[in-house]
């Protein structure tokens, strides 16, 4: 085991598998001799060349659609998005391209592709470097949406992600990347994708959770449970491909349900964990699921960013409401 | 492979003077004066904004340091009524706009998304994410076009942006409609760490007759030169004649913003190579030796420097946040009822924390 940080543990996991594989190759703005503008993948040049960790010119279509050719040539791209706010430029490639190749060669062009990109606020940043777009891919069959809160997952979901023959849309929490530390397995330790983790047992509630939200549900845990409530915290990891029966498990085993996310509230993830714990769990029900999320409106300057994101009070406030009603 | 275009120069950077009957300009000694003051207050502007940015008084601040006479000079171009897109490092255009710096600041401060008047400046809000704002001065361009309008328009990009496929489209959809847009690119040599030759492997100039206008490579250090060169595409554009494509041969001094750490990609010497090539000095040599600038001049200008950067310390500092539930406004003109709901709830929830807390 090593105590890291969650760049560190995504730094260390790339240097180990483009020393697995050689065909996996590292490529996005400044990854290279910069070493990413958070340092993902610092040192990773050095170590092996210019041919598998390439600089890429300023332009996230090109990242993706040249990923997908890369992929057809049996290499294994692991792309960074320098953050996820700005795929739009490059949504086509990753819809409409990227997520069906598969489907469309009918299983002949697998596209072992991972896009890396951080997501999410809470730390200040200028316009559109902060919002949760992960939703907004979730509707894209043929993409797995991953989201890691720690850095063992981290490490795990990214080796799984690395190792896959589908496409991986990999969302890292940018509030995360220094703040959130933890063990990490110094060995092999692949995470399948579509298992839920329980980050914290509990009796009474369970917030439902992904990626920074998850430490925020872990924090209102806390404070609930000076309340004596005792709060479940769910982290469900990867949203497609969703783990439907841990979900409906954890649910069902307390009977109350808030799910935490970053992003707006409509149409958010959270509708989708509503409508599965509706289909698995809603005779275990002893309370309406509720949500916490941000208001529907554009992400909003720095200074007011923590009134839009969930914080630990909000969710405190859901949770203490959901165990009040029925 | 193309050949290094020629170089439009009109003063070089010992503060000669260079003759160019084809990019003639004539400027009086006060507007002379006048475009030593901005780059100089720019330039402390940029300063004080990088100091409060290190003090945590600024979340993020890209610095023009280097590239005050590319801006100046473009922003001089500029006629009232004609319309300019920036992107995010365009503070000495937004200076020369009559835009009060500290909407800039209240920007990087977080406070708003740049509290200007786009309509009233001429001066579109700050674009983020490249190079979007290109395809908005290209539609801006053919919307004037067709109210007969004596308007242009100036698209600002950076060296990076030219590899974005918007970029392609924006210059082609003005080719085609011969609109009154005129691409004025900064080439400071980065985007973040990608050196320009991994951005293009022809002079950015030479690109525009691809796309069927001409393309002029200027001496982004070089205020006269960039002025005459900005100056006379304007008027092209204006006369019906389509767009031009300026290539700016600048320097970003600075970081990419206060996060970057350049010496990771970048060596000193080829710093230390720009720094001689300074926009500033070399206005001011040419200045003295014509007799248009004295000592007392010059102080005054350092003065009026240090007010403004006294005034920007205090002005930013004083900037409070808005209240939160600013965050619901103009979403839409007319706010849908669940949204209201959301806003009522947000109130009712922030009121709890006030009853709580008394
Ligand atoms: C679409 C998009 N991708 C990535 C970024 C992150 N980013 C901000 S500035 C920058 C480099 C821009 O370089 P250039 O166009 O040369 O302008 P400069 O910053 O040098 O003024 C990058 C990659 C962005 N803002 N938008
Ligand atoms: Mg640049």
Not at chain 2, 89 to 97: D, I, K, L, T, Y
């Amino acid at each position: 085991m090593s105590t890291l940080n969650m760049l560190q543990a995504i730094n260390a996991t790339l240097r180990a598998e483009l020393a697995r594989d050689e065909r996996v190759m590292v490529l996005g703005q400044d990854v290279g001799r910069l070493g990413g503008v958070f340092r993902a993948t610092d040192g990773l040049l050095d170590e092996f060349g210019a041919d598998r960790v390439v600089d890429m010119p300023l332009a996230e279509a090109a990242i993706v659609g040249a990923s997908i050719g890369l992929a057809a040539s049996g290499l294994v791209p692991v792309a960074e998005l320098q953050f996820l706010g700005f795929s739009h430029q490059a949504f086509h490639q990753i819809g409409a391209q990227l997520a069906r190749m598969r489907y469309r060669s009918q299983g002949r062009f697998p596209m072992p592709v991972v896009l890396r990109a951080p997501f999410g606020g809470g730390v200040r940043t200028p316009e559109l470097h902060s919002e949760a777009l992960e939703a907004q891919f979730v509707q894209s069959p043929g993409l797995a949406v991953v989201t890691p809160a720690t850095p063992a997952d981290a490490k795990g979901l990214l080796q799984t992600a690395v190792r896959s023959s589908d496409p991986v849309l990999f969302c890292e929490p940018l509030r995360g990347y220094r703040l959130v530390t933890g063990e990490v397995p110094d060995e092999d330790c692949p995470i399948p994708f579509g298992r839920s983790r329980v980050a914290r047992e509990g009796d009474d509630v369970t917030i439902v959770a992904w990626s920074a939200a998850v430490q925020v549900a872990e924090k209102a845990a806390d404070v609930l449970a000076e309340e004596g409530i005792s709060v479940m915290v769910l982290d469900l990891r990867t949203l497609v491909p969703l783990d439907e029966t841990g979900l409906i498990e954890a649910v069902a085993a307390t009977g109350r349900c808030v799910v935490v996310h970053e992003a707006p509230l409509s149409a958010g993830f959270g509708a989708e964990v509503v409508a599965t714990v509706n289909d698995g769990a809603f005779w275990s029900l002893e309370a309406p699921v509720a949500r916490v999320a941000a208001p529907d409106t554009p992400y909003p300057p720095g200074r007011i960013e923590d009134l839009f994101v969930p914080t630990v009070a909000r969710v405190v406030a859901a949770v203490r409401a959901t165990v009040k009603a029925g | 492979m193309s050949t290094v275009p020629e170089l439009v120069q009109l003063l070089t950077p010992e503060g000669q003077r260079v003759e160019d009957p084809t990019h003639a300009i004539d400027l009086s000694a006060d507007e002379l004066r006048g475009l030593y003051r901005d780059l100089v207050l720019v330039r402390r502007w940029d300063v004080e904004a990088t100091a409060l940015q290190r003090q945590g008084e600024l979340g993020l601040w890209p610095p023009l340091l280097g590239q005050e006479a590319a801006q100046v000079g473009a922003g001089h171009a500029l006629q009232p009524g004609d319309m300019a897109f920036p992107t995010y490092r365009e503070h000495g255009v937004a200076w020369v706009r009559g835009v009060d710096p500290l909407h800039v600041m209240s920007l990087y401060r977080g406070v708003d998304n740049g509290g200007w008047d786009p309509a009233e400046t001429g001066l579109n809000l700050y674009t983020i994410v490249i190079p979007a704002q290109t395809l908005h001065a290209t539609g801006y361009a053919m919307g004037v076009q067709r109210d007969g309008a004596e308007t242009a328009v100036l698209a600002f990009l950076g060296d990076g942006a030219t590899s974005q496929g918007e970029l392609s489209e924006a210059m082609i959809w003005a080719a085609s409609f011969s609109a009154p847009v005129v691409f004025f690119c900064q080439n400071n040599q980065y985007a973040i760490s990608a050196p320009i030759e991994r951005q293009s492997r022809v002079p950015l100039a030479h690109r525009a007759a691809g796309f069927g206008f001409p393309g002029v490579r200027v001496d982004g250090n070089d205020v006269l030169a960039v002025l005459a060169v900005t100056r006379a595409a304007l008027t092209a554009a204006r006369e019906g004649q389509g767009p031009t494509f300026i290539e700016a041969f600048t320097y970003r001094m600075g970081a990419h913003t206060t996060s970057d750490d350049p010496t990771r990609y970048r060596l000193a010497h080829e710093v230390e190579e720009w720094r001689r090539r300074d926009p500033i000095a070399r206005l001011r040599t040419h200045l003295e030796q014509e007799g248009i600038a004295d000592a007392d001049f010059l102080a005054a200008v350092e003065a009026e420097g240090e007010e403004l950067a006294a005034r920007i310390r205090r002005g930013t500092i004083a900037m409070q946040p808005r209240p939160a539930v600013t965050m619901f406004d103009a979403v839409y003109a007319e706010q849908p009822p669940p949204l209201a709901a959301q806003r009522d709830e947000f109130l009712a929830y922030q009121a709890s924390f006030e009853e709580a807390g008394r």
